[in-house]
């Protein structure tokens, strides 16, 4: 097999095509770069660089490297922009997938693993207040246009895989953090670990956006994974799906433990050796209060588990973060 990545220079993409690569499949990345950065690409993995919305030159990346496989990790992200800029969100994420889709399909290429979210879910009220786990039936209702493009996608992915026989696999991941090493350490400042480690390091508290959701301290609680077994995860799928012809997966990727904001914060000051305590601001739009994963269907059906927990996350992050930014191990201005 070869397995195209889109967003296979981006953080969770470079996970991805180490895990692959070294699980002896072979590898091209698709990457605008954009966001992405050609050093995190191998040597010896082609890199092509281009937008999923080039209907022509994704078609000539299948055929040049006769692609038998694809895992569509391009995507724009941010739930706060998003909000902003609907209009964007939906031209990149389900125009891109449409076009991509089109061209997999035109050159007959077998499988495809589609890079969802947890955003998918929503707000759920009545699972944040009972505690419960989300499993794969739990209605959808995104509360964000990212979201909606998640879910729009999968849509499309599933309805394409039942009309022209395509394996399909549909992963809701849940909040990534992490490093295999340093160097391919998230670089962005968008996700929860990043955004402390850049208040501490500015010596700036930690911000909580809320802490009147309906939850034990007031402040959102999420699942996180660590992007290993996140990475792990893609390659158990793509298997999957090479050994099953016409398989349909929906699957949530994560670890069935909640951590609050207040708790990730005291984690982390923990780790870093920072003590300042949170400022708490207002709410972010389309943030739900409580999304913690039932990852009792891809155990059944891949074997797959989480093997890493919130501490290997926070210690791997704060390596990568502390090699681009020497100096956050300063603890006092």
């Known amino acids: 097999m070869t397995w195209l990545i889109t967003g296979g220079a981006g953080y969770i ?39 999923t919305l080039d209907g022509e030159r994704v078609a000539r990346a299948l055929r040049d490297h006769e692609v038998t496989g694809v895992v569509h990790l391009a995507a724009k992200k941010q739930v706060g922009e998003s909000v902003d800029r609907p209009l964007h969100y939906y031209r990149e994420n389900v125009e891109g997938l449409r076009v991509l889709l089109d061209a997999v399909t035109a050159a007959r290429v077998p499988s495809f693993v589609f890079s969802s979210s947890a955003a998918v879910y929503g707000g759920m009220p009545s699972v944040a207040r009972d505690g419960a786990l989300v499993t794969e039936d739990t209605p959808c209702a995104p509360m964000s246009p990212y979201g909606e493009t998640k879910l729009a996608g999968e849509w499309l992915v599933r309805a394409t895989g039942r009309a022209t026989g395509l394996s399909t696999a549909s992963l809701r991941y849940f909040n990534v953090a992490g490093a295999a090493a340093p160097e391919l350490a998230d670089v962005g400042v968008f996700n929860i670990v990043p955004m402390i480690f850049e208040r501490l390091t500015a010596h700036e508290p930690p911000r909580v956006f809320g802490d009147d959701y309906p939850t034990p301290d007031g402040t959102c609680v999420r699942d996180y994974v660590h992007v290993v077994d996140l990475a792990e995860a893609h ?43 949170p400022v708490v601001g207002p709410r972010r739009p389309g943030d739900p209060a409580r999304v913690v994963a039932s990852a009792e269907r891809i155990a059944t059906e891949l074997g797959w588990k989480a093997k890493h927990d919130v501490q290997d996350m926070i210690t791997s992050a704060w390596e990568g973060w502390v090699r681009l930014h020497p100096e956050a191990n300063t603890t006092t201005p």
Do not use: C, F, K
Request: no cysteine; charged share 25%.
């Open 13 to 51: 993409g470079a996970h991805v095509v180490r895990a692959m690569t070294e699980a002896g499949e072979r590898t091209v990345v698709y990457d605008d770069l954009s966001s992405g950065i050609a050093e995190r690409v191998p040597d010896g993995v082609p890199l092509v660089v281009g937008s």
């Open 235 to 277: 390659v158990a799928t793509a298997r999957a799906l090479e050994a099953t012809p016409g398989r349909e997966l929906t699957l949530n990727i994560g670890r069935g433990e909640g951590v609050s904001v207040r708790e990730m914060i005291d984690r982390v000051n923990g780790v870093t050796g920072h003590t300042l305590p």
